[in-house]
């Protein structure tokens, strides 16, 4: 017994071939879609703030830090949240101080125990019944609250009525009141 089995006509087998690539080209075509729409992250921020004034409290309630922003925008991927023209008051407990920064811009990372700030950004202390405060100045800075640490590697200048330091990186003890310029360091001190 033989079976015979014939091909179809050329035309047949053409549409057939077709048929195969268009549905082949749909069922990619769903899945690249489905892939960018899971992929793509979400542009809407988890919130933002225009004014915004943050505070953060110690273990007994005492404001240890406060952060006013012309605008700040929390990212919903990371959870950070960055902040347009800023002002960071740290406030000491011991001894009595009040560190003030100011800065274009800058980050609270999701842990919200540092401050990256960025662009013209300035130190300086303030304490009642003292003299002429310096003036820190710098591009970027990193302010961490836990150990009262500022720091940066960037250049810095420093300066104190008419006298000014400038040096490449610095390491600002808040705490003990004690600034340490890492290399680089020149003078310039006027009578």
Do not use: C
């Not at 549409?15 to 075509?29: D, Q, Y």
């Not at 023209?85 to 740290?90: H, K, Q, S, W």
């Not at 400038?166 to 020149?186: C, F, H, I, P």
């Amino acid at each position: 017994m033989r079976l015979a089995a014939r091909l179809p006509g050329p035309v047949v087998l053409v549409f057939m071939i077709g048929l195969a690539v268009g549905s082949w080209w749909l069922a990619n075509r769903e899945r690249e879609r489905a892939d960018l729409t899971a992929d793509a992250p979400d542009a809407t921020p988890a919130y933002y703030l225009r004014g915004a004034v943050l505070e953060q409290t110690d273990a007994t309630g005492r404001v240890e830090i406060r952060v006013t922003a012309d605008r700040a925008v929390q990212d919903p991927a990371s959870r950070n949240v960055r902040l347009e023209t800023l002002r960071v008051d740290y406030f000491l407990a011991t001894p009595a101080r009040t560190w003030v920064m100011t800065a274009a811009e800058g980050t609270l990372p999701r842990e919200g125990r540092i401050v990256l700030l960025a662009g013209d950004v300035r130190l300086q202390g303030s304490e009642t019944g003292r003299g002429e405060q310096a003036t820190i100045r710098t591009e970027r800075l990193r302010l961490d609250i836990d150990r009262s640490l500022a720091t940066t590697d960037a250049p810095v200048r420093m300066e104190l009525a008419r006298h000014a330091l400038t040096a490449r990186g610095l390491e600002a003890d808040l705490k003990a009141d004690r600034v340490q310029l890492e290399s680089e360091v020149n003078g310039r001190f006027t009578p």
